[in-house]
């Protein structure tokens, strides 16, 4: 059984987009957000997805569960890049770092590693954030605003051919399905006395406990596959070079809108980036706050 992610059907302005306007303006502000380190722009990008968000009308016990996976992925990284510097370097340039403050670490062979937080690093790290936030909330509505159906024929009129859409349709549903096969076998092997967590067991103990339920996911996982592969093959799918898609789609006035107001951000800001504007920014004042 295939499932998908969960789409409600909701008259909200986010859904009443035509589904390849909304797929052409995500890539435009992906292309974008990634050219620029300004937080300013950064916040920016930021304000305008959690507007899109909220009049999306998606409701929190609807996306708890990618939240409560991405947002700590996204505080690691972010606290990682704040205390290491990383990637900082060719964002300022030869312009020093003024140290809130540093614990120098020393390794074997006489190596020292200063791990601290600086101004730079903190405005670094809330960019950062910024960025990474702002391109989870866009993808987010792709596929909880989407409807399911539409997969298929929004990739292949985009200008795809028919085997990648299609392909790229059922690899939206690969998550959710193998996500929920999994908590069927969970729920089917508790019922025959099965515990994920054994007390007293070693980490390889552990590894080796979850085969009953990696082992029956994965053969599931690929006997679908196959299912799905004899089933276009009985359709003969791919035998003519163009076929025929049961929805319609048709651009309107608005769509056109958001296909051009996302066409010119990522054109601005790649104006912006050639000119040397969108580079890592330091709010002076923040540096007069710290007495620097």
Same mark, same amino acid.
């Given at each position: 059984?295939?499932?998908?992610?969960?789409?409600k059907p909701r008259d909200t302005i986010i859904q009443r987009f035509d589904p390849r306007a909304r797929i052409i303006f995500l890539g435009c502000a992906i292309f974008a957000i990634i050219q620029i380190w300004d937080v300013r722009a950064m916040l920016a990008w930021l304000a305008l997805a959690v507007l899109a968000l909220r009049l999306s009308g998606i409701r929190w016990q609807e996306m708890k569960r990618f939240w409560f996976v991405v947002l700590p992925l996204i505080t690691l990284f972010t606290t990682v890049t704040a +205390?290491?510097?990383?990637?900082?370097?060719?964002? %300022?340039?030869?312009?020093? &770092?003024?140290?809130?403050?540093?614990v120098p670490v020393g390794f074997p062979g006489g190596a020292v590693w200063h791990v601290g937080l600086s101004v730079e690093r903190l405005v670094f790290a809330a960019a950062q954030f910024a960025r990474m936030l702002s391109l989870a909330i866009l993808g987010l509505l792709v596929p909880f605003t989407i409807n399911p159906a539409l997969y298929g024929v929004a990739f292949r009129r985009l200008g795809l051919s028919d085997k990648f859409a299609y392909a790229t349709?059922?690899?939206?549903?690969?998550?959710?399905?193998?996500?929920?096969d999994f908590q069927t076998t969970l729920d089917a092997q508790k019922a025959r006395g099965y515990e994920l967590d054994r007390a007293g067991a070693n980490l390889f103990r552990q590894v080796r406990n979850l085969?009953? +339920?990696?082992?029956?996911?994965?053969?599931?996982? %690929?006997?679908?596959?196959? &299912?799905i592969i004899d089933a276009m093959d009985l359709r003969a799918f791919g035998a003519t070079p163009r076929r025929t898609w049961v929805m319609a789609l048709e651009y309107d006035r608005r769509d056109l809108l958001l296909i051009a107001g996302g066409v010119l951000a990522l054109l601005a800001t790649t104006i912006a980036n050639i000119l040397g504007y969108g580079e890592f920014w330091l709010p002076p004042a923040l540096l007069r706050l710290l007495a620097f």
């Open positions: 059984m295939i499932v998908t992610w969960s789409y +205390l290491t510097g990383r990637d900082l370097t060719q964002a %300022i340039g030869s312009a020093g &770092e003024h140290f809130l403050w540093t349709d059922l690899a939206f549903r690969l998550v959710p399905t193998v996500a929920n085969a009953p +339920l990696v082992v029956p996911v994965t053969i599931g996982t %690929i006997l679908g596959g196959e &299912e």
